[in-house]
């Protein structure tokens, strides 16, 4: 990494991930990291072109030990240093592909019959008249669990009616 834009735009791409990645075998505490990483985006703000032999080989050294960090030796065993900026954008592009989920396009209802149940049903049970069998099922489960005369004792007159109404909208 010679240039000093492209550096630049590494390490503001790694500098989020920097605190939020957190491993067990973390051997240096990640405010090492962090302070490193400000320190080298400050000295590459005054750098144009190619970098200075100096800076280079410090962002060099840096990128190589929080890939030790991140990465197992397993990984790869003896990487350059085109394998360690190799690893690190191929890590980044994951990593913010889970930071940002991609928004799903819902041009179908989902699957599956719908309840066909009457609208005042359906209302009294919080749902739109065109809901599906699954969700009429699950929510008509609730509010019997919710009204049922024999699980709630203590039920007001009018409790009582809605339940009884509820059960006659039902039968038909």
């Known amino acids: ?75 790869r065993p003896d990487p350059t240093y085109a394998h360690i900026v190799a690893d690190l954008r191929w890590w980044l592009e994951i990593a913010e592909r889970w930071h940002h989920p991609q928004p799903t396009l819902r041009l179908h209802r989902r699957s599956g019959p719908l309840a066909e149940q009457p609208e005042e049903l359906c209302q009294m049970l919080g749902l739109s008249p065109d809901c599906m069998a699954s969700e009429f099922a699950a929510n008509w489960r609730g509010f019997l669990k919710r009204n049922h005369p024999d699980l709630n004792p203590d039920q007001t007159p009018e409790e009582r009616r809605r339940f009884a109404r509820a059960l006659a909208l039902w039968r038909h």
């Open 1 to 75: 990494m010679q240039n000093a834009a492209t550096a630049r735009a590494l390490l503001r791409r790694l500098r989020p991930w920097v605190g939020k990645v957190v491993h067990l075998r973390w051997k240096i505490q990640r405010s090492f990291y962090q302070n490193e990483i400000e320190v080298l985006l400050l000295a590459l703000r005054a750098e144009h072109g190619r970098l200075s032999p100096k800076l280079r080989l410090r962002v060099e050294g840096f990128l190589g030990r929080l890939h030790r960090e991140w990465f197992p030796y397993t990984w």
